[in-house]
């Protein structure tokens, strides 16, 4: 069973905005928090956000923090990443997972920023 899809990545230039979608299982997003990562080329996949289940208290990478945000719809059970100001070190394949311990991978997304 496809625990997690994301989709809203695309191609876009230095300085734009993009928001990326993450539709969860219901079971796992009721339960767990979540975040999102991504994996460049080369690199290992690193966590760059995650939200609370409970609380809705946030955590940002250095690298991200002022520029994206993540939040969660429960009614669609589903995982926002709006990023801002987006650079070409954002270039990457972005995943959502649950946070802690995340599980098996979805396909992720894929952010090119480049002009």
């Known amino acids: 069973q496809v625990q997690f899809v994301e989709s809203g990545g695309a191609l876009v230039q230095p300085g734009g905005s993009l928001r990326l979608s993450c539709a969860v299982s219901?079971?796992?997003?009721?339960?767990?928090?979540m975040g999102w990562y991504r994996q460049a080329p080369g690199k290992e996949r690193e966590l760059v956000a995650r939200?609370?289940?409970?609380?809705?208290?946030?955590y940002y990478a250095a690298t991200v923090k002022g520029r994206f945000a993540i939040s969660r719809a429960t009614a669609e059970s589903t995982v926002y990443l709006q990023m801002n100001s987006l650079e070409p070190e954002d270039t990457a394949v972005y995943y959502c997972?649950?946070?802690?311990?995340?599980?098996?991978w979805g396909q992720g997304t894929q952010v090119t920023v480049s002009s």
């Open positions: 219901k079971f796992i997003f009721s339960n767990y928090g």
């Open positions: 997972n649950r946070d802690p311990s995340p599980m098996s």
């Open positions: 939200i609370s289940a409970v609380s809705g208290s946030t």
